[in-house]
């Protein structure tokens, strides 16, 4: 199970960060990955930090902005979103995929979370 938390009502050029909590497996053997995805449009792939290295993968839109980090011992993965757009508006979720190495191929992910609502607007 994947819960995400942290998700809410921020103003243009704010933060947030948001919070994947597992439960039921061990995030040593998984890729964890953040997508988003607003009405109307597809899902969109985000980040990912692999299993084992820690090496991460970010998207276009999001490079340089977000940032991916993982701690085992918690069995959380967290997102720090910083200089947030009002395009970033979405739902955030979080997904597992049993590899090491990462994917923005959103069908590879085996477990996936319900989501948290993600709002930037002055």
């Known amino acids: 199970q994947l819960v995400e938390s942290g998700g809410g009502l921020v103003q243009p050029g704010g933060s947030l960060r948001l919070s994947c909590q597992v439960s039921?497996?061990?995030?040593?053997?998984?890729?964890i990955g953040w997508f988003r995805q607003a009405p109307g449009k597809e899902r969109e792939g985000l980040a990912c930090?692999?299993?084992?290295?820690?090496?991460?993968y970010y998207g276009a839109s999001v490079k340089g902005r977000f940032t991916i980090a993982r701690d085992n011992a918690k069995s959380t993965v967290y997102l720090q979103m910083n200089f947030l757009k009002p395009e970033d508006t979405s739902v955030y979720y979080c997904?597992?995929?049993?590899?090491?190495?990462?994917?923005?191929?959103?069908?590879?992910?085996?477990?996936w979370g319900r989501g948290t609502q993600v709002t930037v607007a002055s």
């Open positions: 997904a597992a995929y049993p590899q090491n190495y990462c994917t923005d191929e959103a069908s590879y992910y085996e477990y």
């Open positions: 039921g497996f061990s995030l040593d053997y998984y890729a």
């Open positions: 930090i692999s299993r084992n290295d820690g090496s991460t």
